[in-house]
Nanobody
């Protein structure tokens, strides 16, 4: 079993920055892709960004490309999401997740087996 804990969320003004962290415990996740998803009130959970097990490959949703950067530190079993130039439409609960299958690069919700509890990000205009 893998436990995931997100942190770093909060309230920020439009144009500001936040850095989210996702700490994994229970077992190493260094052989698994990881991702960030988000869910705004009344909306479906949507893909934000993913990073391969090695960190060499990343993928972003069009709405965040150029503003968000995903990274990971396998020695710390931790993933990050640097969010810059935040917009009110980025307001959501952000979830981190670990892929079900090692060495695969999943980018859809069904690819991910383990999920954190989420951290709230609120961007004021």
């Amino acid at each position: 079993q893998v436990q995931l804990v997100e942190s770093g969320g909060g309230l920020v003004q439009a144009g500001g920055s936040l850095r989210l962290s996702c700490a994994a415990s229970g077992r190493t996740v260094s052989n698994y892709a990881m991702s960030w998803f988000r869910q705004a009130p009344g909306k479906e959970r949507e893909f934000v960004a993913a990073i391969s097990w090695s960190g060499s490959t990343t993928s972003y949703a069009g709405s965040v490309k150029g503003r968000f950067t995903i990274s990971r530190d396998n020695a710390k079993n931790t993933m990050y999401l640097q969010m810059n130039s935040l917009k009110p439409e980025d307001t959501a609960v952000y979830y981190c997740a670990v892929d079900q299958i090692p060495l695969r690069f999943g980018v859809t919700r069904r690819d991910y087996e383990y999920w954190g509890q989420g951290t709230q990000v609120t961007v004021s205009s």
